[in-house]
């Protein structure tokens, strides 16, 4: 998690992790090279054809904008056979059996897939299909309702895929800038417009796609028509080259940088990480201070063979000290992603003691060991019978520890090299430095506190907001409180507190909103 919250809606890692922006350009490489593909403009019209023609070429597939020789495949959507084939005639195509004559159903089977879809016959235009839509179903929208999807993020089960990537960057990148100003209101617009895209299980591709959605309002619209229209989004685009949002990406991609020391930055005429490094008078942060000096290791995404070896060091630690203990991964490697900008851990231990010299004694280890770079220790400020925190973005009470781990890294094969060459690779930097949270929790409290950093911080946040409002109960990290019972719900598990919600249990992977 991000140790500098203000107005607290996008993580540190994910600052670091889009520091590679997105870019909105459209050079693809081919990955399927046995077929080109057509895609007929006639009764689908030039912005949808355009559309599809780009989402195909960025899947790896060969599409021409024009009926070339090196055509073979036609793609139609509403049309006949007996319609393409006289259009075809129209073309002054002469032989129009050299094309396979297809329906825009195993195209969008192909976006889908990822990959060229067998031609089927379902999906194969054929001369006694006399009308344009016999037999042919749409994979892409299958009883899809818009108006029944839910406006919270827990009522949507949102697994990693994404079909809506295009419009979802944009909205990431507005929603930042909106950070960054620290408009809160816009910012959360677009986020929310985010997960439900994210919700999606097909691509976007008209107007009428959205139509009934939640959380699409005029500002959405417009980008999202933009995007349809014209491929991209000039107001995205226009942030990404403005100056203050591309110096506040720089600031908040260093540990412990949030947008308040940005804006003082900024304010004091720094634009650049070299000039913030340049500028003797600035004092820094202990936190600061690593953050810049271990820059690069941080700003790389940490991998998931990464993660593991880490856990391995965790779990290592802590059972030398508290052999029943519980120790988890939790965060987004734990929704199943490949990659992170840390790794959180949650420990606690099903006896009745609390031992809150555990990672005083984990940390003082890996510092004898050589392995801690950088920690800072909050103890608990949690109190018995305390209130669960309205606010949805609260730091929870938790003791913690905000670390920076070194992970040796094995080294290349070095039984080739000669004794000079060998004398170089000692100087090879032979490890990495790793963010890492370890979170210590009492037994009773686990359930809460793995829902909780479990995320996604949307999942989260709508999961609070939906206890609050739908059911007039207050969620946090620590429990579940009924304001009308006037009692706290107890939980031992995850699924338990979703039954106290009334909700469907959603699944750590499924809460990638
Ligand atoms: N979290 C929380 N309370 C906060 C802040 C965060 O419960 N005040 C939760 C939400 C997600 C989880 O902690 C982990 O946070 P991050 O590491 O920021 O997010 P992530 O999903 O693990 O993303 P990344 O892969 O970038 O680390
Ligand atoms: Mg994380």
Redesign the pocket.
């Given at each position: 998690?991000?140790m500098i919250?203000t107005p607290?809606v996008f993580?540190?890692?994910?600052r670091q992790?889009r520091m590679s922006s997105p870019n909105l350009s459209c050079n693809y490489e081919t990955k399927f090279n046995k077929f080109v593909i057509f895609i007929m403009q006639r009764k689908m019209g030039v912005t949808r054809r355009t559309f599809l023609m780009e989402l195909a070429r960025r899947k790896g597939f060969r599409v021409e904008s024009e009926l070339s020789d090196s055509v073979t495949h036609i793609v139609a959507e509403n049309n006949s056979y007996l319609e393409v084939l006289d259009w075809l005639k129209g073309q002054a195509v002469g032989d129009s059996s050299r094309f396979e004559l297809l329906d825009i159903s195993w195209l969008t089977a192909c976006m889908e897939a990822g990959r060229p879809i067998d031609l089927e016959m379902k999906y194969r235009l054929m001369e006694q299909d006399q009308s344009p839509t016999s037999n042919i179903s749409k994979p892409e929208e299958p009883s899809f309702i818009a108006s029944k999807v839910s406006p919270y993020s827990c009522q949507r089960k949102t697994t990693l895929k994404n079909y809506n990537k295009q419009f979802t960057d944009a909205f990431e990148i507005m929603a930042e800038s909106y950070e960054f100003k620290e408009n809160e209101i816009f910012c959360l617009e677009f986020l929310r417009a985010a997960s439900v895209m994210k919700f999606l299980p097909f691509p976007v591709t008209r107007m009428k796609d959205i139509q009934g959605l939640p959380c699409m309002g005029d500002r959405v619209r417009d980008v999202i028509e933009e995007i349809i229209e014209e491929g991209e989004s000039s107001r995205a685009k226009e942030v990404l080259n403005d100056e203050r949002y591309i110096s506040f990406k720089q600031f908040t991609s260093v540990f412990g940088v949030g947008v308040k020391t940005s804006e003082k930055w900024y304010r004091m005429g720094l634009r650049t990480l070299e000039e913030v490094k340049a500028d003797k008078t600035l004092k820094l942060s202990k936190m600061q201070k690593a953050g810049f000096l271990y820059y690069e290791d941080l700003v790389s995404?940490?991998s998931k063979g990464e993660a593991d070896a880490v856990s391995l060091i965790v779990k290592n630690t802590v059972y030398a000290f508290l052999p029943d203990a519980l120790v988890t991964i939790?965060?987004?490697?734990r929704?199943g992603?490949k990659?992170?900008?840390?790794?959180?851990f949650l420990i606690t231990s099903p006896g009745t003691h609390e031992d809150e010299k555990l990672l005083h004694k984990v940390v003082d280890l890996w510092k004898k060991q050589g392995l801690l770079l950088y920690c800072d220790i909050i103890e608990s400020t949690f109190a018995k019978e305390q209130l669960p925190n309205r606010d949805v973005?609260?730091?929870?009470r938790f003791q913690k520890c905000f670390a920076i781990l070194k992970l040796y890294q094995p080294r290349a094969e070095s039984s080739s090299y000669n004794m000079s060459e060998k004398i170089d690779m000692a100087e090879v930097k032979d490890w990495k430095a790793i963010r890492v949270?370890l979170v210590v929790t009492p037994f009773e409290q686990y359930a809460y506190a793995l829902l909780?950093?479990?995320?996604?911080?949307q999942f989260?946040r709508d999961l609070r907001r939906y206890a609050n409002h739908e059911r007039k109960m207050i969620l946090d990290?620590h429990a579940l409180y009924d304001r009308k019972k006037k009692i706290f719900l107890k939980a031992g598990s995850e699924e338990e507190i979703f039954a106290h919600l009334g909700l469907d249990y959603v699944e750590p992977w499924e809460r990638n909103a």
């Open positions: 998690m991000d919250r607290a993580s540190q890692k994910k992790k995404s940490v939790t965060g987004g490697f929704r992603k990659i992170g900008h840390d790794i959180d973005d609260a730091m929870d949270d909780g950093w479990t995320g996604s911080r989260g990290n």
